[in-house]
């Protein structure tokens, strides 16, 4: 029987190869960005928040910053471990809740006026699981914050290669105890699914769209900063959106 992917193993892997990357810097840049530009983060009301799978919880720790009280989920001990050493001592702390576990273990609430779930699906035995779940902790007007690994950046991607026994073989799954997700989700089963649940969305942006199609480094692109500030100005473009190695939906009850 297959299980949902614990990052016990891969949790310093992960954070000194993603977010120690250019790689990490830009997926957190489009994300803060989308979630300041859909949701009254700014407001006197705190909003309440649950992030799903939240790994270093980078987004939690600015969120309580904010003011806005957030639950921290995660089926990995060591990433909690990591994600609580950054939030010692700082005056946010009493903000955060934390929730070690499954998240097939959370008790229905429907306390939460946001519910995030960032490159979770993809680690999962049955991603539909998730999505399934997410109407039991949202309030009536609540949001769903969505990232997942594309299927058709990565088929690209190998296009660009020319892995094109990858291709023929439908062999995208990523090698065991890396960090290549095992599986890369398509975008319309991901909207279908949201759409048997209840959900529609109203948002999207693409996270990467460019950068990773990128083969020698030249001009602009051996820039971090240059490269950054045309991911976040294509992200949330047509047709760049579909073309990033992650998508990011935002989501609303239909």
Same mark, same amino acid.
């Given at each position: 029987?297959?299980?949902?992917?614990?990052?016990?193993?891969?949790?310093?892997? @992960?954070?000194?190869?993603?977010?120690?990357?250019?790689?990490?810097?830009?997926?957190?840049?489009?994300?803060?960005?989308?979630?300041?530009?859909?949701?009254?983060? !700014?407001?006197?009301?705190?909003?309440?928040?649950?992030?799903?799978?939240?790994?270093?919880?980078?987004?939690?720790?600015? /969120?309580?910053?904010?003011?806005?009280?957030?639950?921290?989920?995660? /089926?990995?001990?060591?990433?909690?471990?990591?994600?609580?050493?950054?939030?010692?001592?700082?005056? &946010?702390?009493?903000?955060?809740?934390?929730?070690?576990?499954?998240?097939?273990? /959370?008790?229905?609430?429907?306390?939460?006026?946001?519910?995030?779930?960032?490159?979770?699906? !993809?680690?999962?035995?049955?991603?539909?699981?998730?999505?399934?779940?997410?109407?039991? &902790?949202?309030?009536?007007?609540?949001?769903?914050?969505?990232? @997942?690994?594309?299927?058709?950046?990565?088929?690209?991607?190998?296009?660009?290669?020319?892995?094109?026994?990858?291709?023929?073989?439908?062999?995208?799954?990523?090698?065991?105890?890396?960090?290549?997700?095992?599986?890369?989700?398509?975008?319309?089963?991901?909207?279908?699914?949201?759409?048997?649940?209840? &959900?529609?969305?109203?948002?999207?942006?693409?996270?990467?769209? @460019?950068?990773?199609?990128?083969?020698?480094?030249?001009?602009?692109?051996?820039?971090?900063?240059?490269?950054?500030?045309?991911?976040?100005?294509?992200?949330?473009?047509?047709?760049?959106?579909?073309?990033?190695?992650?998508?990011?939906?935002?989501?609303?009850?239909?």
């Amino acid at each position: 029987m297959a299980l949902d992917t614990n990052f016990d193993d891969l949790a310093t892997h @992960f954070k000194q190869r993603i977010y120690g990357s250019r790689k990490g810097a830009i997926r957190l840049a489009v994300l803060w960005r989308d979630l300041l530009q859909n949701l009254p983060l !700014e407001q006197e009301k705190p909003l309440r928040i649950l992030d799903i799978g939240a790994g270093l919880a980078q987004l939690d720790l600015k /969120l309580a910053d904010l003011g806005h009280q957030v639950c921290i989920n995660d /089926l990995s001990a060591k990433m909690l471990a990591l994600a609580k050493e950054q939030a010692e001592g700082k005056s &946010f702390a009493k903000q955060l809740t934390w929730q070690h576990g499954a998240f097939q273990d /959370l008790e229905p609430c429907h306390d939460y006026d946001v519910v995030m779930a960032h490159a979770v699906l !993809e680690w999962l035995a049955e991603p539909e699981t998730l999505i399934a779940k997410l109407g039991d &902790f949202l309030q009536q007007n609540g949001v769903v914050s969505l990232m @997942f690994y594309n299927f058709d950046a990565l088929l690209f991607h190998n296009l660009l290669r020319g892995n094109f026994n990858k291709i023929q073989n439908n062999d995208f799954a990523g090698m065991q105890g890396g960090l290549t997700p095992p599986k890369p989700l398509k975008l319309a089963w991901v909207e279908q699914t949201l759409q048997q649940h209840g &959900f529609e969305v109203f948002y999207q942006s693409g996270i990467r769209v @460019f950068s990773d199609y990128v083969g020698v480094r030249r001009g602009g692109n051996d820039d971090d900063a240059a490269v950054l500030d045309m991911e976040l100005q294509y992200s949330n473009q047509q047709p760049y959106v579909q073309m990033g190695r992650y998508v990011h939906y935002m989501c609303k009850r239909k």
